[in-house]
């Protein structure tokens, strides 16, 4: 069929595979909100923003409630919730976040791709201080005057607000999180997402050359079935 059939094809099964990681992660997600904070999302701020996550990424709502029954099950797996600190090529450093019913294999495999890929695990603790835990909250501007959403963004508790093409992006302190999310939904401001993450405070500059050692060493730990969430410091 051709060279252009088997691009297609291979973009295809690319958007697949990225799509069948998202709902992995939702679900481990979903599934410790639910045993963290009961299965209302009027009463479990993290559930809502799973729920909002799950949205955002055409995750089908009946694939959503099977989750939070799952987690409700005697079968439910216990996960743990890990985070693992690294130092990748050119000495970028790199935050892991996991959520896993076996921390011996988890570890095991993030201390591999490092190992491949010139990385090293550090100990815990050793690069908090590089990253700010923060809320962010994003919203599509179709629609809406970016003004006015700013404003509505500010008034509910963001510290900064940032526009990106048709995305209003805004970040609050992690203590203010369920605040924040509070007061946007009383405000009937529709978000397609507000989930907690990592902000390097500092960044680095790679060559291209550079840049391309790390992101495979990103990504290869991004596979992983047991990883939530990868941060770093790259500018």
């Not at 809406?144 to 526009?163: R, T, W």
């Not at 048709?166 to 946007?184: G, K």
């Amino acid at each position: 069929m051709g060279r252009i059939f088997e691009k297609r094809k291979h973009k295809m099964f690319a958007r697949f595979d990225r799509m069948a990681k998202a709902f992995t992660r939702i679900g481990k997600e979903i599934a410790i909100s639910v045993k963290l904070g009961g299965s209302d999302p009027a009463g479990n701020p993290r559930l809502r923003a799973a729920i909002q996550a799950a949205k955002a990424n055409n995750m089908p709502k009946d694939r959503v409630e099977a989750a939070i029954k799952r987690a409700l099950g005697k079968d439910a797996l216990d996960l743990q919730e890990i985070v693992y600190e690294a130092y990748g090529p050119h000495g970028v450093a790199i935050v892991i976040e996991a959520a896993t019913d076996n921390p011996t294999r988890t570890v095991a495999n993030i201390r591999s791709y490092l190992n491949k890929h010139n990385g090293s695990l550090a100990t815990s603790g050793a690069l908090e201080f590089m990253f700010q835990r923060k809320g962010v909250f994003k919203a599509s501007l179709e629609g809406k005057s970016a003004d006015e959403l700013e404003m509505s963004f500010i008034e509910s508790g963001a510290d900064d607000v940032e526009i990106d093409e048709m995305e209003i992006i805004a970040y609050t302190d992690f203590n203010n999180f369920v605040h924040m999310q509070r007061a946007l939904e009383e405000s009937a401001i529709e978000v397609t997402t507000a989930e907690m993450q990592r902000i390097p405070n500092t960044t680095v500059t790679l060559s291209e050359e550079q840049m391309d050692e790390v992101l495979k060493l990103i990504d290869k730990i991004e596979e992983d079935e047991d990883v939530q969430n990868v941060y770093h410091n790259i500018a």
